[in-house]
């Protein structure tokens, strides 16, 4: 099923919008007839938050209708699989350290069905690294030794590499003091040890978190990157085990149709995609939801699944509060572009590259096999150095062969930073955001209760993190529920 | 509450039996009148498994009946506060690399109710290690060094500690071959390594693995061990961090109540305690389960979790799988002893033994702080050296004192190995067992559904794994009475 979102380029057909997609629902909508009232939950979106807590509540037996601006499930997330193979679109990788999704995927009973990205053993086995000083390949083993050591000196906040400071991802005030660090920004961090840093180390430290935040080294909050480095183990192995290793074979959309499919078999769940919902009202007695269409639906909850980025399209009644209002205003940094190429010939299957040289992508590897015996490469750039693929092909050709030689054939994207339904990728908080505003996002407002990977405690930004704050959501509403029957 | 499980002694009571309890229920049953049939499920055992797929099911609105021999819930896993300070009596320690629990201990908000159990800043900071060749004290950075030295050949089966040998550890045959060495036992493999240990590293290698197994180096699986190793990130800090770290301030059993209270608010759930399964007949058309107290109860499906070494106490009509009734005869091997010390003062809150001569207990620390300021220590024993607390005190503090010179006030213990619902600690494989049983315990018998962490994918012998199975066991039947009312 075609999707409107994404675009994919060859040289035989050009730049077309739209892809395949697994996730994409068909009809739009399974309401009958004027079946807009009388629900017990609303849910406001059908990425990971939407769909855990949907799936939950029909679960328990509630009516549950989502609302969903897209013609797809997954939200920032999803997978196209072109010709059988599956390119990921925003969100990629799984890991059983992250709780929330192995709970899910050992619950699916999926383990079986996840795949190594990253490989070592196929074409030429190296990696580039372009700096201002040129560019040149070293082994694998030379970038691990580079990426770990600048990454160390990065979280040695502590004299013991993050691990004092944050040694609890999962609950970031464990070490309150840690909370000042919160006021820095990258650019802070660098200018504290770049002393300790050879050229080599400071470029990687930079272009990694970076490709991490998707923002500027102003904007992009260092405490935030801690805490990736917490959750990773305060260590480079475990950053690439748990955040860029294991993927699912038939992509991602596989899974997250799982908790669609399993909510619709409840015979509990009411959808309606295409609706872009435009108001929220809170009577005391019941909410009101309005929609772009014109159309009107009510229910007496409301889980509010909609990106932070995104908050600010939508009318509260009565009024957010000034806390939430003011971090909606502020929003979060990240504006990643994400392209996948598929490279002709197995040359570069093995190959990873890094560029601190203003190249509009700056961290790419190759991530796979495609169907045509070519390698797949993803790569990443952030917001500095910003990337539009769909105005300029050309340009995006030339940012990846900046990064090292390659014969394009192919190239799939979707461009987050311009999607009216994200206005950008995953969450990445600017410098004192996470402490000043985290609890205040997380709270819910009347019968509304926010949900959204965006203000997750633990894998914040992640799947995981949006799995997380669905199965939060579901379970708040049903004891609230509860207790209105009792 | 008082539960007739485990025993207590100091010297102005001496051994009393029995222990309070947050998760003893009082009723122990909440049958109304001759309220026995027409159950959608009954879930035999109350422990993590068995209180995981109740709460599942009676959240999907399916009326439940939990039946329990004992008069608590948590089975192998409890704890006991004594003047508010909680002894775990079975099962301790959580993280958030445990997929299943971090799930639980999210949902319910409970990450901020953990405290960290090792601690190397309160009274003497030092570790006794006692071999053949004499007692002698050590810094923890030493100790740590020799555990970390012995652990690394032990599992060093690949050039790579293990990490190609078996990189997932939640889908063990992702490496195909290393199911070859599930037929060696712990002493096989010191046999193979011995050459390069010193002294020290082989009663380190060997005592730390009995530990982990409760058996004899003869009876315990290498490949188990390797598990284990793998579950933990390949590290010895990664085993302390994952497996010994962080525990429930309040007890565990602070955490299954809520499994339990949840399922109850549903008004879905029944349950009768102190009441012990004997034989499950599965007609086809239901299921009647007869327990020792003579009753009788129906059902459309059950879900077993009674432990793997307890089950050939139950008869079941068809009978089970040959491969199923094999597995059941050979039973797992750990026969742990596990005694908790209150020791006068605070001297050895920061130490920890390792004794590899002969002595009942082997390995033990420091664990908390007690009301009364005096130190908490925990003790572990395999089989091989095995310890009946209760039938000889004066033993046990000498078993004790052998690890390092305390003055004993109290001492808290339940007997495993003796306990007729348990027959066992924690699960643990004899060589070749995994491999030749683990798919065969997993399988269902009809409308039988057996979940129990001894058989879990994951974290076996873990709460975690306790947690995987219940979910996995309800979503089964969830799936299986759905097609039926379709």
């Known amino acids: 099923m075609l999707s409107r979102e994404g675009y994919h380029w060859n040289a035989t057909e050009g730049l077309v919008k739209g892809l395949p997609c697994i996730g994409k629902i068909e009809p739009a909508s399974n309401l009958q007839g004027e079946n807009r009232s009388g629900y017990d939950v609303v849910v406001l979106g059908a990425g990971y938050a939407g769909l855990t807590a949907a799936r939950d509540l029909t679960l328990a037996g509630y009516r549950t209708l989502i609302l969903e601006a897209r013609d797809r499930i997954g939200g920032r997330s999803w997978s196209s699989n072109i010709g059988s193979y599956p390119y990921e679109m925003g969100g990629t990788w799984v890991s059983w350290r992250q709780p929330h999704v192995w709970r899910e995927i050992s619950r699916y009973e999926m383990r079986d069905q996840l795949e190594v990205s990253p490989n070592q053993s196929t074409g030429k086995n190296f990696s580039t690294l372009t700096t201002k000083y040129g560019q040149r390949d070293m082994a694998h083993h030379e970038e691990d030794a580079l990426i770990q050591s600048a990454l160390r000196k990065l979280a040695n906040v502590d004299d013991a590499e993050g691990k004092n400071a944050m040694p609890f991802p999962h609950n970031e005030g464990f070490v309150p003091e840690t909370s000042k660090l919160d006021s820095l920004s990258l650019s802070d961090r660098l200018k504290q040890i770049e002393h300790s840093l050879s050229p080599d180390e400071l470029a990687i430290a930079k272009e990694w978190v970076l490709a991490t935040s998707g923002g500027t080294p102003e904007n992009t909050s260092f405490y935030e990157f801690l805490h990736w480095w917490a959750l990773s183990g305060h260590s480079y192995q475990g950053w690439v085990e748990d955040m860029i290793k294991y ?240």
């Open 247 to 486: 993927k699912f074979r038939g992509g991602q959309s596989s899974f997250a149709i799982r908790f669609f499919q399993e909510a619709l078999a409840t015979g509990k769940l009411a959808y309606a995609f295409d609706n872009r919902v435009t108001s929220v009202v809170d009577s005391g007695k019941d909410i009101t939801i309005q929609t772009a269409s014109g159309q009107t639906f009510r229910g007496a909850k409301v889980v509010c699944t909609i990106p932070l980025n995104v908050l600010h399209t939508i009318s509260f009644s009565p009024p957010l509060s000034p806390a939430k209002a003011q971090a909606i205003k502020i929003g979060h940094v990240n504006k990643m572009s994400k392209v996948h190429c598929e490279s002709r010939g197995l040359d570069l299957r093995s190959w990873s590259g890094l560029n601190s040289s203003c190249n509009p992508l700056t961290f790419a590897f190759g991530d796979g096999i495609t169907p045509d015996n070519n390698t797949h490469i993803v790569a990443f750039g952030p917001s500095e150095k910003q990337l539009h693929p769909e105005r300029d092909v050309e340009a995006t050709k030339r940012a990846l062969q900046n990064l090292t030689s390659m014969d394009i054939k192919r190239l799939v994207f979707h461009n987050w930073a311009e999607d009216e339904f994200a206005q950008g990728a995953w969450f990445f908080s600017g410098p004192g955001f996470i402490t000043k505003y985290l609890q205040d996002l997380r709270g819910s407002h009347g019968n509304i209760y926010f949900a959204n990977s965006d203000w997750a405690v633990g894998w914040r930004s992640f799947i995981d993190g949006a799995i997380e704050e669905g199965t939060r959501a579901a379970l708040n509403i049903q004891r609230s529920l509860r207790q209105k029957t009792i």
